[in-house]
C-alpha cells in the first residue's frame, strides 16, 4: 500500500523560500502522478500544483504560478514543491497526494488517494 510522508515545512519570512519533499514507500512512485494541495485555517483544501507519472507535464494553481516549483526524482521515490517568493496567504499545511493515472486532470480531491499526513508552512510579514 502506498504511503506518502510531507516533510520540510517550517517557519519562513516574507519572500523566503522552503523545499517540500513527499516520500513514498510500500509502492513505486513512478506508477502515479502527484498533486500538492494545502489547508488554510477555516478554509477548505485547494490544489497548489500537479506533475505527471514522468514528470513531463506539470500544472500550477494561479496563486503560485511564477513562484512555486514541482519536480520529482522517481529514482529516490520522492516528489519536491520547491517554493520561493513566499507571502503570508501562503500559509496552510501542506499535503501530498497520488493520483492514478499518468497525468493529473485537475484537483479533484476525491480523485486523489493516500494523503499523507502534512507538513506546516508559515510566512511572517
Known amino acids: 500500500q502506498l504511503q506518502l510522508v510531507e516533510s520540510g515545512g517550517g517557519l519562513v519570512q516574507f519572500g523566503g523560500s522552503l523545499r517540500l519533499s513527499c516520500a513514498a514507500s510500500g509502492f513505486t512512485l513512478d506508477y502515479y502522478a502527484i498533486g500538492w494541495f494545502r489547508q488554510a485555517p477555516g478554509k477548505e483544501r485547494e490544489g497548489v500544483s500537479c506533475i505527471s507519472r514522468s514528470g513531463d507535464s506539470t500544472n500550477y494553481a494561479d496563486p503560485v504560478k511564477g513562484r512555486f516549483t514541482i519536480s520529482r526524482d522517481n529514482a529516490k521515490n520522492t516528489v519536491y514543491l520547491q517554493m520561493n517568493s513566499l507571502k503570508p496567504e501562503d500559509t496552510a499545511i501542506y499535503y501530498c497526494?497520488?493520483?492514478?493515472?499518468?497525468?493529473?486532470?485537475?484537483?479533484?480531491?476525491?480523485?486523489?488517494?493516500?494523503w499523507g499526513q502534512g507538513t506546516q508552512v508559515t510566512v511572517f510579514p
Open positions: 497526494a497520488a493520483f492514478v493515472k499518468a497525468i493529473c486532470t485537475g484537483y479533484d480531491t476525491g480523485r486523489f488517494t493516500s
